[in-house]
């Protein structure tokens, strides 16, 4: 079992910034890809920003410009630095892991919200 602990969410102004943080418990390993999603309330869960073993990024469309998703694999870390934010960023922020073929882990989430 793989455990996944978000942090650094909280309450920002429109136009702010925050910095999520991922900490897996075992090492990144090739092959494995980090994302994050969202969900608003109310709204299906999304993808927001994922990242693959290699370092390839991709983002939804909302966000780019935005928002950046990096790695630490040294700290089994994964972060998602948002930027320019909005009311519509507003959601509980989720960090998944999937292992290609085996399974796929949640973190139990952390909550942003932009409001002034």
């Known amino acids: 079992q793989v455990q996944l602990v978000e942090s650094g969410g909280g309450l920002v102004q429109p136009g702010g910034s925050l910095r999520l943080s991922c900490a897996a418990s075992?090492?990144?390993?090739?092959?494995?890809?980090m994302a994050w999603y969202r969900q608003a309330p109310g709204k299906t869960r999304e993808l927001v920003a994922g990242i693959t073993s290699g370092g390839t990024t991709n983002y939804v469309d909302s966000v780019k410009g935005r928002f950046t998703i990096s790695s630490d694999n040294v700290k089994n870390t994964v972060y998602l630095q948002m930027n320019s934010l909005k009311p519509e960023d507003t959601g509980v922020y989720y960090c998944k892991l999937s292992v290609p073929g085996v399974s796929h882990y949640w973190g139990q989430g952390t909550q942003v919200t932009v409001s002034s």
């Open positions: 075992r090492t990144i390993f090739s092959g494995d890809f």
